[in-house]
């Protein structure tokens, strides 16, 4: 396996996470997440947002609405819903569960 394949496999498992995360502050449109995604460097494209947004949406974690947009055609808003707050919350504290764990493991503090 390369290292970028290595890395794209670890990005796809924590990208829905972040898209997530990014919604808890503030509704957005697609353009919106993809470049804040790529400003972290989690470089992503349109085909591979859209599939994730439509499976969080169809569990019911976010919701849209569509708004007229200044420029060009109405944009479709992502928000949370109140599930889609609680999964995070239980993403936030599994994130961090996992972070401690592989720290001790690396470190060989596995007490």
Known sequence: MTD???K??????ILEYCILSILSRGDSYTPQ????????EMIV???????ILTRQKNA???TYRWEESPQGP?????SLTDKGREHLATLDKVWDE?????????????E
């Open 4 to 6: 970028d394949n290595m």
């Open 8 to 13: 794209a496999q670890m990005r796809k498992g």
């Open 33 to 40: 997440i993809i470049a804040e995604l790529k400003q972290a």
């Open 45 to 51: 494209v349109e085909g591979t947002l859209y599939p």
């Open 60 to 62: 019911g974690l976010l």
């Open 74 to 78: 109405p944009r479709k808003y992502y």
């Open 98 to 110: 996992l972070v401690e764990q592989t720290r001790r493991i690396r470190h060989g503090k596995t």
